[in-house]
């Protein structure tokens, strides 16, 4: 299988996504919410849907790098 | 407009006093306006978040041996303009320095701090690691070439964090003009509750009028029960 997609991202570098999806989650939702556990139960949402989203997304991109 | 609950609830605790204050406020420090508002709670939060956002960028972006905060300067020269720094600058006080710094080497003095928030050097034309003037104050400081060369991909990194941090801080600036933006799902949510509690009741209301008619029908069928 071609791997070129992932010998541009090193794996380790996507460890830095992590607090960045935790931080725009946080800030994110308590733009929509004033207490504190809607925040909370809100940005955990925003967290997963939006890994889920990338993931998604590098599939997408892995399978185009491989039938290319 | 039907409003949510929690929307309803919340409107009655939250005071924004003078908006465009608070705003200011927020882009200065993320955070300083909620707490202005009296909206601790949140204001910690926000400043946690975009705060440790743009300290770990600056962090991943510089190194003791060329400076820290190198990701975040402001330069528009020719060859060398900085877009980023138009979303750092959202950031507000944190950013600052960058123009302190610019304005320091654009004026031929000596940056402070070992370069912290300083613009690189302009490179010579022949050499992009050699600065333009060697006899320059700041001629010890890194060209762009240099400095990119050596901080590797975590310049990139420094970069996105910091402007991501400046990106999220509009969010909150917005939020302490304007208060909560609350979510179409939220009122549906509240709606569909309590359309469902309607129901309940409306369904509740005619098992009732229905067990009364059987008591009435009953009764009719049966004179002697009503002392007839």
């Known amino acids: 299988m071609d791997n070129a997609l992932l010998a541009v991202t090193e794996i380790n570098d996507l460890w830095y996504t992590v607090p960045l999806i935790v931080a725009a989650s946080l800030v994110y939702s ?13 940005a955990v949402r925003i967290g997963i849907w939006s890994v889920g989203f990338m993931v998604v997304l590098f599939a997408v991109l892995a399978l185009m790098s491989w039938w290319s | 407009m039907v409003k949510s609950s929690e929307q309803e609830a919340v409107q009655e605790l939250v005071d924004l006093k003078d908006p465009a204050l608070a705003a200011f406020l927020t882009w200065l420090i993320p955070g300083l306006g909620h707490l202005y508002q009296g909206r601790r709670a949140k204001a910690a939060l926000f400043f946690i978040c975009i705060m ?6 600056c962090y991943l972006g510089g190194s ?83 400095l990119q060369r050596n901080l590797h991909r975590y310049f990139d990194l420094g970069t996105t964090y910091t402007m991501i941090a400046g990106l999220l801080n509009v969010l909150v600036i917005y939020d302490a003009w304007g208060g909560p933006v609350f979510s179409e799902t939220a009122k549906k949510d509240d709606e569909e509750s309590s359309e469902d509690e309607d129901k309940d009741e409306t369904t509740d209301a005619t098992k009732g009028n229905t067990r009364n008619e059987a008591n009435n029908a009953a009764k009719s069928e049966n004179p002697r029960a009503n002392g007839a």
């Not at chain 2, 440790?52 to 960028?57: D, K, L, M, Q, R």
């Not at chain 2, 003037?133 to 001629?139: H, K, R």
């Open chain 2, 64 to 146: 003791s041996e060329f400076g820290w905060g190198r990701v975040v300067y402001f330069s528009w020269r020719p060859g060398d303009k900085r877009l980023p720094f138009i979303c750092q600058v959202g950031a507000g006080l944190p950013s600052m320095p960058a123009l302190v710094q610019a304005y320091r080497m654009k004026n031929h003095r000596k940056v402070w701090f070992n370069g912290f928030m300083a613009p690189p050097i302009p490179a010579s034309g022949q050499d992009e690691t050699e600065p333009a003037d060697p006899n320059d104050v700041n001629a010890d400081q890194l060209t762009a070439h240099t």
């Open chain 1, 30 to 42: 308590a733009t929509r919410h004033e207490l504190l556990t809607p925040i909370l139960t809100h």
């Open chain 2, 52 to 57: 440790a956002t743009f300290v770990y960028g």
